[in-house]
């Protein structure tokens, strides 16, 4: 029957079918639509997860200038942008703007959160009056909040840009000055490279250009016969190869 001669051929076909070639053809377009899904589902992720916006920013660092108040405003603008757009680097910047911060690093930490650790300035003397130098010698200019107690800090007045070489002079005299007693209260550097100290107790110590330690130690070998002179010592000018010529102060019975 013309049926059955049909159904012979296609059954003889079939078996001259390449069956692995057919298998491998549809496994290679299931893993292509496998991975166009995988792709389309990471992109969709990828997506939505630029979207997600900065829940929480944890500041740590020891902290005694700086406010809360202070940290955000310097970062509202940056921080409106989302957990990826984020940029750590501008973030950094803006914090290290901050008169009182020295220093400042910046992490993300998933899946929404900023970690930020600040280094404040730390403060070693006071600069031609009105701003400060810190411990690597840098000037900046800072208001102190007013709950802050700044204590005694060493006034140092110089030309610009001679505040590390001063600040540097200043630790050598004072640890000198200090082992016998003295504290310096204020360094000097004239324009014309001239060193003068003032001490705690109230004498001034004219040093001169050149050879400002060795000056100061022979202030300090003859104190002790000035202190027996029982006046009160106003300056000591040591800008001598050898001596020193000492200023008296004027006793109030003189002033009259």
Do not use: C
């Not at 049926?3 to 496994?27: A, H, M």
């Not at 899946?111 to 003397?125: D, H």
């Amino acid at each position: 029957m013309k049926w059955r001669e049909n159904y012979q051929r296609y059954k003889e076909r079939l078996t001259d079918v390449n069956w692995y070639f057919v298998g491998g053809l549809f496994f290679l377009v299931l893993v292509i639509f496998g991975f166009s899904l995988t792709g389309w589902k990471l992109t969709k992720l990828v997506n939505d997860a630029q979207q997600v916006p900065i829940d929480a920013v944890v500041v740590k660092g020891e902290r005694h200038y700086l406010t809360d108040s202070e940290i955000q405003m310097a970062l509202k603008s940056l921080l409106s942008r989302s957990f990826f757009s984020a940029n750590v680097t501008q973030v950094q910047k803006a914090l290290e703007a901050l008169p009182w911060v020295y220093r400042a690093s910046v992490k993300r930490e998933w899946p929404s959160k900023l970690k930020v650790y600040i280094q404040e300035q730390q403060v070693l003397a006071h600069w031609n009056g009105n701003q400060w130098i810190n411990q690597q010698g840098d000037v900046f200019q800072a208001v102190v909040p007013k709950h802050i107690e700044m204590g005694p800090l060493p006034y140092l007045y110089g030309p610009n840009g001679e505040a590390k070489d001063m600040l540097k002079s200043y630790q050598q005299l004072k640890k000198l000055l200090a082992i016998n007693g003295f504290h310096v209260e204020r360094l000097t550097l004239t324009p014309r490279r001239a060193w003068q100290v003032i001490l705690a107790n109230g004498i001034e110590l004219h040093l001169g250009r050149e050879d400002k330690m060795r000056r100061v130690q022979r202030f300090i070998d003859v104190y002790p016969i000035l202190k027996k002179e029982n006046k009160p010592i106003d300056h000591v000018d040591l800008r001598y190869d050898t001596g020193l010529a000492i200023g008296w102060k004027k006793r109030q019975s003189e002033n009259r």
